[in-house]
């Protein structure tokens, strides 16, 4: 069997850029993807920048795919990863066509979802906002005529703004309602006080009105109190974070929601039910890495909040403890796709320098580590407001390894 | 099927004419556009339900529409558990929803895989 330098799960642009990397190293590489389209999660971004641009991620994950077809990249699609094993100190990657075997591995696959649990969510028409976002902007099918959007944070209203784009009407923004699971989606207080520490970086009015309680806590408390009852009005949508959906209601898909009042704490307010008809439901719980291929490979993890969750212990040269196996993007924490790819870049070259030891490759890896940390501190969307404290964190972790 | 497609959008390009694909679902023959998924296809269709829970019985459709959940298990050419949502359609497919199983959680009715070394055989076994 052919022995590859490196095989690289995910083509998102982590995955594609340390591919592009390795390539200009004329190193031999496989990028396995199960999506049916090259390009991860940036297909179907669509935001407006603050210079009034936008950033298309069809047309960026084009410009990523262009160049790895013109360096003669192998790529495949509609295959997925479900196993990595070691073997005399490389790996098997199991594939449901065939296995593939690599002396380095990048595991570059993403994000995921939280799910928002609440009644009637497994009925056909509810789904992640992700969901909506690639079914609006990839596939260019409509996911409703009306529908609502649970859940108040960075990614539920950028991908709001989308299906407005794309002609599609929402009746509102709300909270899920509190239950074990929701937790910290459904307090409006623990919601404000995250949407305005990232406030002055994003263009969206909705957060622009939480950034003037950036600074003060108890002026956040006083939003939250004072929060109007109507809302607060984003690209004629109304935000709510005094109202959360309690129920999903239908019988063979959806037909209504019933929505309540809440207390600043998110208690339910009796008698303020109301049941709004939608044909569709956006459930935008936020982002986690999916990270299960680290796992099962030997990587250990460490639970980094800022980072979106449980997170495979790396340095900032994308080496995990395991000789050989690599990750980059969001798998390493929640960030834009600007961060991802810069982290791909470090990652191809940290491959390419295990495999050359040419000095140079170290002055590239010095030069793209810089990259990285420039992107972030100049990111217009940020996922978590201590991104860079959770970043600390992790290197910290991977050096406790090294020193036993 | 163009009923439910965004042609226009003022950002992203005009959605260009593309080649139709027939498929078959449930019996029923539909038509999508080449680079369509199963999901994609069917909703541009009208159609939401994938399958019945194979306990409850009750309708599920699309969740995460990124290979995910698994939430769109559909049978492709006879061949259960495949993901609609990432899955392309191609000329000819046919396609079955789930069905409700009579007792889908009893580990002796059929022979499940326990272990991924079961998995393995069994995947062996099928080469
Ligand atoms: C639903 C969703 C919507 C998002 N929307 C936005 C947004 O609007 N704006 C924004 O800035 N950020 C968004 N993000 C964050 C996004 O994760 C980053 O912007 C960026 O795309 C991360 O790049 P990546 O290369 O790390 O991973 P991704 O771009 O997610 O690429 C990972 C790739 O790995 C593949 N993969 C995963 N597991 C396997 C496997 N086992 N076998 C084979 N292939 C596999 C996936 O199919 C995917 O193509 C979104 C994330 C998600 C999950
Ligand atoms: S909808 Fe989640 S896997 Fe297809």
């Known amino acids: 069997m052919q022995k590859h330098d490196a095989v690289i799960i995910g083509a998102g642009p982590a995955g594609l850029n340390a591919a592009i990397a390795l390539r200009k190293h004329d190193l031999n590489v496989l990028v396995i993807d199960e999506f049916p389209h090259l390009g991860g999660r940036l297909l179907g971004q669509l935001h407006e920048e603050p210079n009034g641009e936008w950033w298309n991620g069809i047309k960026e994950a084009e410009k990523l795919v262009n160049e790895a077809k013109a360096l003669n990249t192998e790529m495949l699609t509609n295959v997925s990863v479900h196993h990595i094993q070691r073997k005399d100190g490389a790996f098997v990657v199991h594939t449901n066509r065939k296995n593939y075997e690599a002396k380095n591995v990048l595991i570059a696959t993403g994000a995921a979802e939280t799910a928002n649990p609440i009644p009637g969510w497994t009925l056909p028409g509810v789904m992640t906002i992700g969901a909506a976002q690639v079914m609006t902007n990839v596939h260019r099918v409509r996911v409703g005529e009306k529908g609502i959007v649970i859940g108040v944070n960075v990614l539920a209203a950028a991908i709001a703004r989308e299906l407005l784009l794309a002609g599609i009407r929402l009746h509102s923004l709300a909270l899920p309602i509190n239950n074990a699971v929701t937790d910290e989606q459904s307090h409006p207080k623990m919601v404000m006080e995250r949407l305005s520490r990232i406030a002055h970086l994003a263009p969206s009015p909705l957060l622009r009105f939480g950034g003037k309680f950036a600074k003060y806590k108890w002026a956040q408390n006083i939003a939250v109190s004072f929060y109007p009852k109507k809302g607060i009005n984003m690209w004629d949508v109304p935000i709510h974070l005094r109202k959360a959906v309690k129920e999903i209601n239908g019988t063979e898909q959806v037909e209504s929601v019933t929505m309540v009042d809440i207390t600043k704490d998110g208690e339910i307010i009796p008698g303020t039910e109301e049941e709004i008809p939608v044909d569709f439901v956006c459930i935008a719980g936020g982002l986690y890495p999916l990270a299960e291929l680290a796992a099962v490979v030997g990587v250990p993890f460490k639970y980094v909040e800022p980072l979106g969750g449980h997170v495979p212990v790396h340095n900032e040269k994308m080496e995990t403890p395991v000789e050989g196996v690599y990750v980059a993007g969001n798998i390493t924490g929640i960030e834009s796709a600007k961060v991802a790819r810069a982290q791909g870049k470090v990652a191809g070259l940290s491959i390419a320098f295990r495999m050359k030891k040419d000095a140079a490759i170290q002055k590239e890896i010095e030069k793209a580590m810089d990259e990285v940390k420039t992107t972030r501190d100049n990111a217009t969307i940020q996922f978590h407001p201590e991104i860079a404290r959770g970043r600390d964190d992790i290197h910290a972790q991977f050096n406790k390894y090294l020193n036993g | ?127």
């Open chain 2, 1 to 127: 099927m163009k009923r439910n497609r965004i042609i226009e959008h003022p950002i992203l390009d005009q959605l260009e004419e593309r080649k139709t694909v027939t498929f078959q679902f449930d019996g029923k023959t539909l038509t999508g556009y080449e680079r369509d998924t199963i999901a994609s296809a069917l909703l541009a269709n009208g159609i939401r339900t994938l399958r019945r829970h194979e306990h409850s019985g009750a309708p599920r459709g699309i969740y995460c529409n990124i290979g995910h959940c698994f939430e769109c298990r559909v049978t492709v050419n006879g061949t259960p558990n495949v993901r609609a949502c990432i899955t392309p359609i191609e000329e000819n497919m046919i396609v079955e929803s789930g069905k409700q199983l009579p007792s889908p959680l009893n580990p002796n009715n059929e022979h499940v895989p326990k272990t991924y070394r079961e998995y393995m055989e069994m995947k062996d076994g099928e080469n």
